[in-house]
């Protein structure tokens, strides 16, 4: 009896070390039916709030219901209609000229019928020769002239109060179209807008404290010319207080702001005054970094004249811009109702009081000043400056690090490794999705006729790289699972406790990867970091609430469905219009994508788009991830999603879905080519072919065989230079090339002295003939130096030339009573050994003729109806004429 109870009373020494064991909780499941029914609500429920966001227009009011004072958009929709019926009417043509007596009238018309105490002035205003060079954006680089520009200016002041003249606000956009399209959206939209809003602010301005311009520009297409013509040239100009670009990316839907961070307070008034507030410092983000390869107006009254302002654009439908089918077809009911209502309760309230000149005078521009915006639904905008958001920013980083910090304590060694591994998966799963969807990207050139054959039919990405792209993220958020379940199985030998913490990290990963992004966002003061902030707080804070546990000892539960639906809820409501917005956009983009034809790889446009899908699902989707992992969820997903991916790729590759259709044309651009490039100065006879290029990625094989009886011959072996851009891939055709132009035409460049001293200086002769649109590129690995005159008249001054590339181009745009002969001094590099490389040409012009020859209307007319010509300012008209001066001249 003595020596058993001294054995019960020493226990072994394994007995003290052997945690006690755990509870084995019943095997975690959740139904299939119910993971695909959140999958459904998160598709649905982010579909709505896009359609809420940016499809929801109102309903477009009569002149009756509008009344005297308001916005009519059936009245400015008969302005759309007369100056679309004009066809294009690029800066030049005689179209342009009756869009302009078209806009003169109508303003005439709008001082006759102003309020008695209202003073109108109209203002047809002829601008002369003029020098524009920014130092910033798409036109950087470059000297930009212009000449015989007309504008239509209107001014609204009221009658009694003359100081309303020198603080004014303005209100801008333009007339002139490209060559390529009639311009229904861009701008003939915007004009419309504007005619209609002077005519409703004319009823209002005997109230108004400030006075309102509104400026029907020319020559915005050509390089921003008309807006820089008339701030630098206009008397009216310097009472400009406050300036309103009006614009277009596509055709109709909302119009938003995408510029104006810089002026805080005007877009507090706007936000409080619209009826349809709509506006997102996304777009100001991508503008402003560059990736939108385009400017608008905005940008001379910011770094020209130095106006605070505010920056609209239409952005429906980008895939129709500067094509034949920016038509009115395509623009949305309600569009200019929504514009024009929001533009018209904007500046009733701003020119009525006396905020706008308190605000300019106490607007600092600074970093900290710059205002972050963004719309809910289209219904309520949020504005703060960026001094609050980086508080803002900071003590939610903080509260966050706080938080691991804490919890990785409690957890030890295991949490250590726990959080490693959780974060290693958001990195498999951007890698797998990447790679899935990218093997499309590459593979559909090779099954498709087009090879982005989703242009006319953007829900055919769906298929196409969504598909892939959510089944590499299952993919390496699957891995990740397993690896968590294996590493908590080690630490407490319980399958099932294992796969519960595994959920939980994988839940918190989705906190993690959004934390690591507001950081850097916050560092590099990036407006759009509120995305980051939405996507961290809000399922922190669901996940604090209802899944937290504030001991380890406490054993972890399968996470609620009311935690995912909390925590996802707000930042899907705030981040799905601007999701599906930027996909739209960048789908729309491809069409133009291939800046230098041939030069980007066939497969460019799909590897973005692939690649931009792979990381909003990632970013989006890995809350919802987590909780497949207990369903059986996982194969009829893949399964169907690959169902899915077959189906688009067979109906893509059989032609069943056309990449592009009569209202979404790929771009094909035909040019009559005259070139005498190749030929020594002496010579007689030029080289006359057709041009046929596409900015749209992918061979010419289907359009040219329209073209059989034409003779054309496709390939890399034919660069054309364009000056302003190379086609590294084409077609051409000398058939029938000498007819349709005459020698007289052909511009010349002459040396007129070679001056060889200490510094060697040229003087150079140039006549454009009847060209009034001319591009000229100065090469800069020869030339240090150069001066451009008319007549005596000293245009472009010595000193401050920029490059792109070893050249400096010179873009010339103007109408018919343009200057034609020009004379250049150009002054040589002193140091031989500064050239870079050996290029044959000192000097390359071309020169456009807006006229289209009966051999180029001929191809035209034979092209597949799904093709359109696309304008931009550096795209030649169909006539182009080819010069060049040698280095050894």
């Not at 005519?199 to 404290?209: L, N, P, T």
């Not at 359009?703 to 496709?714: H, I, R």
Request: charged share 15%; with cysteine.
């Amino acid at each position: 009896m003595k020596s058993g109870s001294k054995s019960q009373s020493k226990p072994s020494v394994s007995n003290k070390i052997k945690p006690p064991k755990k509870k084995e909780p019943n095997e975690p499941k959740r139904s299939t039916v119910l993971w695909f029914t959140l999958l459904f609500l998160f598709i649905n429920g982010a579909w709505a709030a896009y359609h809420i966001q940016s499809e929801s227009l109102p309903f477009p009011l009569t002149a009756e219901q509008a009344g005297k004072r308001g916005f009519s958009e059936v009245s400015a929709m008969k302005h759309v209609k007369y100056l679309t019926s004009l066809g294009p009417h690029p800066v030049g043509s005689d179209s342009l000229d009756l869009a302009i007596e078209y806009v003169h009238k109508i303003a005439e018309n709008i001082k006759k019928t102003a309020h008695w105490e209202v003073d109108v002035d109209v203002d047809l205003f002829h601008s002369e020769t003029g020098v524009n060079q920014l130092s910033e954006g798409l036109f950087k680089g470059k000297t930009m002239l212009y000449s015989d520009l007309k504008h239509v200016v209107l001014r609204i002041v009221p009658k009694y109060l003359p100081e309303a003249r020198e603080n004014t606000i303005l209100v801008s956009s333009h007339i002139d179209t490209v060559f390529s399209g009639e311009g229904a959206g861009d701008c003939s939209s915007c004009i419309a807008v504007m005619m209609e809003l002077a005519r409703g602010v004319s009823q209002w301005a005997h109230g108004f404290k400030s006075g309102v311009i509104f400026l029907f520009n020319t020559g915005e297409e050509e390089g921003l010319d008309g807006a820089h013509s008339f701030v630098t040239q206009h008397p009216w100009s310097s009472t400009i207080r406050f300036a309103i670009d009006l614009e277009a990316v596509g055709i109709g839907g909302k119009s938003g702001i995408f510029q104006g961070g810089s002026a805080p307070w005007a877009l507090d008034i706007f936000a409080s005054v619209s009826k349809y507030p709509s506006g997102q410092i996304t777009a100001q983000d991508l503008f402003h970094s560059g990736a939108i390869k385009s400017a608008t107006d905005f940008q001379i009254y910011q770094e020209v004249a130095g106006l605070p302002g505010l920056d609209f654009a239409f952005s429906d439908n980008t895939a129709v811009y500067h094509t034949k089918n920016d038509k009115m077809k395509l623009l949305k009911p309600g569009s200019l109702q929504h514009l024009g209502d929001n533009m018209l309760a904007f500046l009733l309230h701003t020119a009525a009081s006396s905020e706008l000149y308190e605000n300019i005078e106490n607007n600092e521009s600074s970093d900290t000043n710059q205002a972050i915006y963004f719309d809910i639904l289209g219904m309520y905008m949020v504005v703060y400056t960026q001094k609050l958001a980086s508080m803002l920013n900071n003590s939610v980083i903080f509260q966050s690090l706080l938080i691991l910090a804490t919890s990785l304590a409690m957890g030890g060694h295991t949490g250590v490794i726990s959080f490693l591994i959780s974060f290693l998966t958001t990195f498999l799963m951007l890698l797998f999705s990447i790679f899935l969807s990218s093997i499309v990207a590459f593979v559909l050139p090779l099954l498709s006729p087009s090879p982005a054959p989703y242009i006319a039919s953007p829900w055919l990405v769906i298929g196409l790289f969504c598909a892939p792209a959510l089944v590499g993220a299952l993919t390496g958020q699957h891995v990740g699972f397993v690896l968590l379940k294996s590493h908590m199985k080690k630490r407490n030998g319980v399958e099932n406790l294992a796969k519960l913490e595994a959920e939980r990290w994988l839940f918190k990963s989705g906190i993690l990867q959004w934390l690591v992004l507001l950081i850097l966002g916050n560092y590099f003061k990036v407006g759009s970091s509120y995305l980051a902030l939405f996507w961290l707080a809000s399922p922190a804070v669901a996940y604090g609430l209802m899944e937290a546990t504030l001991t380890p000892a406490r054993t972890p539960r399968q996470l609620k469905v009311i935690t995912l639906i909390v925590g996802i809820a707000a930042p899907v409501t705030v981040s799905a219009g601007i999701v599906f917005r930027g996909l739209g956009n960048l789908i729309g983009t491809i069409v133009r994508l291939d800046r230098n034809p041939g030069g980007a790889p066939v497969w460019l446009g799909n590897a973005l788009v692939a690649i931009y899908i792979s990381v909003v699902i990632c970013l989006a989707l890995v809350h919802l991830l987590s909780y497949i992992h207990f369903s059986g969820a996982k194969f009829p997903l893949v399964l169907s999603m690959v169902a899915l991916l077959a189906l688009s790729l067979g109906a893509v590759s059989m032609g069943v879905i056309p990449a592009f259709t009569d209202d979404f044309s790929r771009t094909v651009n035909a040019v009559h080519v005259v070139d005498t490039t190749g030929n020594d100065i002496n010579a007689q006879e030029p080289l006359s072919y057709i041009s046929l290029y596409s900015n749209t990625p992918g061979k010419l094989t289907r359009e040219v065989e329209s073209l059989k009886d034409e003779e054309f011959f496709c390939g890399r072996n034919n660069t054309v230079d364009f000056v302003s851009f190379t086609v590294n891939y084409g077609c051409w055709s000398y058939m029938d090339g000498k007819s349709g132009w005459t020698k007289s035409e052909i511009p010349t460049i002459q040396v007129e002295s070679d001056s060889k001293t200490d510094v060697r200086e040229t003087l150079v002769s140039m006549d454009t003939k009847s060209a009034t649109r001319w591009a000229l590129a100065i090469n800069m690995e020869e030339i240090d130096d150069f001066r451009l005159y008319v007549g005596s008249e000293e245009l472009v001054t010595a000193g401050n030339k920029t490059e792109i590339d070893g050249w400096h181009t010179i873009q010339f745009a103007g109408g018919k009573n343009s200057p034609t002969k020009f004379r250049m001094k150009l002054v040589w590099l002193s140091n031989p050994t500064q050239r870079v490389s050996e290029r044959p040409h000192l000097l390359k012009l071309r020169a456009d003729m807006l006229k289209v020859t009966a051999r180029t209307e001929k191809i035209l007319n034979k092209l597949p109806t799904w093709t359109s010509q696309f304008g931009k300012s550096t795209a030649p008209y169909n006539l182009a004429f080819l010069a060049s001066l040698p280095v050894k001249f």
